[in-house]
């Protein structure tokens, strides 16, 4: 596999035949300019220290060596390499709820950028932790496997939208499973799932999918957004609120007993999510509560620098065409080193 790493270096490249061209541009008008002193024989035994051949071997040694420095700056790279590193630290899957209901605003500023700010905090506090995320309304997705790239999970977070999963509804048991499969096989590390949601489980069976996790020695903490009182559901690019059958208001209210229900079977906690701080710090403090083990994490780098070869070449051809002399060397001229 090769790449360039800065490809928009090798734009210069272009300037090369401009170069050439512009070269024997002036060879031609300064051939014609000589002619005019009289026959071309007779001009060149008058000129008997010029060589037109150093000349061009100079030009195209600092055509080389410009090329070679150009490609150079381009950075090629090929190959790959894996690095192993040493980790202290844990593995957590966030299962976070896109479903339409997150997108009420009882929560500042509504309950799905309050999560998605909520996981961006924690993902800043990692440093040796593994971190996966999974989505999920009516069904659940795994949205980036478990990883120690922290850039990637923000950036898959910023794009997390309801429209995502086109089938709506809350199946947090989906959610809770998918995540328990989506740990490494490493042995001793402490796991645990941060289930991100309003607590409206329209599936069932999230109880029993967190008592699951939890004899595979997996946490599972629930964090439970939004108001028990509920608030209006908005519809997306409108200003207007979900309705149902009746031609009602849709209210989505939090179910705090569901959630904590959840968590006391999951040996995990519940952790209510409002415009403080409070569910951040508690958060931070329970995955800190979490003993930390010792594990190899193994760093793919896809590609090897390979300029200096290149860089060098440069520097050489550059070195020859300083070092010869564009006037023919009368102590060398006995040997054939170039043609007269």
Known sequence: MFRFES?????????????????????????????????????????TDVSRVRQEVKFWLFLASTAC?????????????????????????IALDISNSMLARDVSPNRLEKSKMLISNLVDNMKD?????????????????????????????????????????????????????SFTSADGVSRAIFVITDGEDNEGGA??????????????????????DGAPVPIAGTGDFMTDEHGETVISRLSEDMCREIAQAGNGRYIYVDNSSSAQEKLNAYISSLSRTTFESQVYN???????????????????????MERKNHVLQRYTFFRK
Do not use: C
Request: net charge positive; no cysteine.
């Open 7 to 47: 490809p928009i270096y090798l734009y210069l490249l272009l300037l090369l035949p401009v170069v050439l061209l512009l070269h024997y541009a002036w060879n031609y008008y300064r051939r014609n300019r000589l002619r005019k002193y009289g026959d071309k024989e007779l001009v060149r035994m008058l000129m």
């Open 129 to 181: 932790d593994r971190v996966g995320l999974i989505i999920f309304a009516g069904q659940a997705y795994t949205q980036l496997p478990i990883t120690n790239d922290y850039v990637s999970a923000k950036m898959f977070l910023d794009n997390i939208s309801p429209s995502m999963i086109s089938v709506q509804g809350t199946d947090i048991a989906a959610a809770i499973r998918l995540a328990a499969k």
């Open 302 to 324: 896809a590609y090897d620098e390979q300029y200096q070869g290149v860089l060098l070449l440069g520097l050489l051809f550059m070195l020859i065409d300083i070092l010869i």
């Open 69 to 93: 420095m150009i490609i150079a700056m381009a950075r090629p790279q090929f190959g790959s390499s894996i690095q192993t590193h040493e980790r202290k630290g844990i593995e957590a899957v």
């Open 207 to 228: 109880v029993q999918a967190a008592k699951e996790a939890a004899k595979s020695g997996i946490h599972t903490y629930i964090l439970g957004i939004g108001h028990p």
